[in-house]
């Protein structure tokens, strides 16, 4: 049961990760602890590992397909690493509850930011009913 379950949540990453270009930790995270029972900090770690091979693909495809701008993705990722390193030392130094927390809250911060978003330009566009 939980590899079949592990396989879903993968294939699930990967296709929002493909169609949506989300972060699969959007789905990785709250599929391992909710359906996997891992705990937050495996999760976060489980999600940054399983992430790399989704990465890959999905840059290749993006940018066969003229999409992926090469200076803005290794400017945006010069300093990951180091972000990385610091978020890790912090997440393995605070108290789960806290992680969970976090991890939720900016979630929520995200939908908000994008419904604001859609809605602002639903408002500026009044005859297109496209989202």
């Known amino acids: 049961m939980d590899l079949v379950a592990a396989l879903l949540i993968g294939l699930l990453a990967g296709l929002t990760g493909g169609l949506l270009g989300l972060g699969g930790g959007v789905i990785f995270i709250p599929g391992l602890v909710i359906f996997l029972d891992q705990a937050q900090l495996a999760a976060q770690a489980t ?18 397909y003229g999409n992926a701008r090469l200076r803005d ?3 945006v ?19 789960e509850r806290v992680l969970e927390l976090s991890f939720a809250g900016l979630q929520m911060w995200f939908a908000y930011r994008l419904t604001v978003r859609i809605l602002r330009s639903r408002a500026r566009e009044p005859g297109d009913s496209r989202v």
């Open 77 to 95: 990722g010069a300093l990951s690493p180091v972000g990385v390193l610091a978020g890790a030392v912090l997440a393995n130094s605070v108290p």
């Open 47 to 64: 999600s940054l590992l399983a992430m790399i091979p989704m990465a890959i693909v999905g840059a290749w495809r993006q940018h066969r």
């Open 73 to 75: 993705g290794i400017v």
